[in-house]
């Protein structure tokens, strides 16, 4: 039997690392496609090229290109934000098009972002709910996904979007970050700290690709977070039980706004209340080995889940 491909584009950052190791491990033959030399094979990520040429016969394509949100707002990020996920996109169904053999799978990247601010005891939303476009990172998801379902690609070929949600891990994306910033006291509630944290593990993430690449009659949105989402205060409360920081520091939304601006920043990637469940996901059989934040982040930081009476009911 032959060995399955993945074609993994964009695939060098903390996601991309963790997806590759992972599928190589359960026996898939891993092609890289970058823009930096890091990569098995280079691309400009906007114009057809020789790169093409690794999507023949691949089992599986994975899509994680698109330019960091962790920046200041200004014109010209909002414009590479938006260009280096439509645009990627675009050219890669092209590609997918003109294929011989096409992927029979593409996972593409997409974002929890995509729905509306979701507060207090409000549904959490499913892959059902409506996506009507507002703020910057709504429309960026809305915009995402409308060039990933115009892209030519043959019916054949299977089309997830990944709405994910914030992925924890310990060696990348924004867990290290929370984690040092909760040792020297910056682990009290952000703002009010009423808004939502929707979050999946690290090797949840990884172990759900694998799932809907063999999902056959999965297709459209689905939602990659852990089916317990927790308010922001009880998120900082669990690692405040963990790490034990001799001081709470008070974290008002006046005090974000300036530390967003030193750090060239945004305060909504810490203030919008993403509220999301995953719907399909569950519905196909999908078991979670993190779904609850409690034991997560106990794994993520060496230490035995502690729970705590927010942890438990507001998960």
């Not at 993520?300 to 705590?308: D, E, F, H, R, S």
């Amino acid at each position: 039997m032959s060995q399955p491909k993945l074609v993994l584009v964009g695939g060098n950052g903390f996601l991309g690392r963790h997806l590759a190791s992972y599928f190589r491990a359960i026996g898939y033959q891993v092609v890289s496609i970058s823009r930096t030399g890091s990569g098995d094979v280079r691309w400009d990520s906007c114009s057809l090229g020789p790169w093409a040429q690794a999507l023949e016969g691949a089992d599986l394509l994975v899509n994680l290109a698109g330019r960091t949100v962790d920046c200041r707002y200004t014109a010209a990020n909002r414009r590479a934000i938006l260009a280096s996920r439509v645009e990627s996109t675009r050219v890669l169904g092209a590609a997918v098009a003109a294929c011989v053999q096409p992927p029979k799978v593409w996972l593409n990247s997409s974002t929890a972002t995509i729905y509306p601010d979701t507060r207090g005891d409000a549904p959490a939303n499913t892959e059902a709910s409506p996506t009507p476009g507002g703020p910057f990172s709504e429309e960026v998801g809305r915009a995402w996904e409308e060039a990933f379902w115009a892209a030519p690609a043959p019916a054949a070929v299977r089309r997830v979007a990944l709405r994910t949600a914030i992925v924890l891990g310990a060696d990348g994306g924004a867990f290290p970050v929370m984690a040092r910033l909760a040792r020297y006291g910056l682990c009290t509630p952000q703002s009010d700290g009423q808004q939502w944290i929707s979050w999946l593990h690290v090797r949840d993430f990884c172990r759900a690709v694998a799932f809907l690449a063999q999902a056959d009659d999965l297709g459209g949105p689905v939602n990659l977070c852990a089916p317990h989402p927790l308010l922001n205060r009880d998120f900082n409360a669990l690692l405040a039980q963990h790490l034990r920081p001799p001081l709470h520091l008070p974290q008002p939304k006046w005090l974000l706004e300036i530390g967003a601006f030193a750090l060239r920043t945004e305060t909504e990637l810490i203030l919008k209340s993403r509220k999301v469940y995953p719907e399909r996901l569950l519905a196909a059989g999908f078991q979670f080995e993190y779904p609850r934040c409690v034991a997560a982040v106990g794994e993520l930081l060496g230490k035995q889940p502690v729970a705590t009476s927010q942890d438990v009911a507001s998960e």
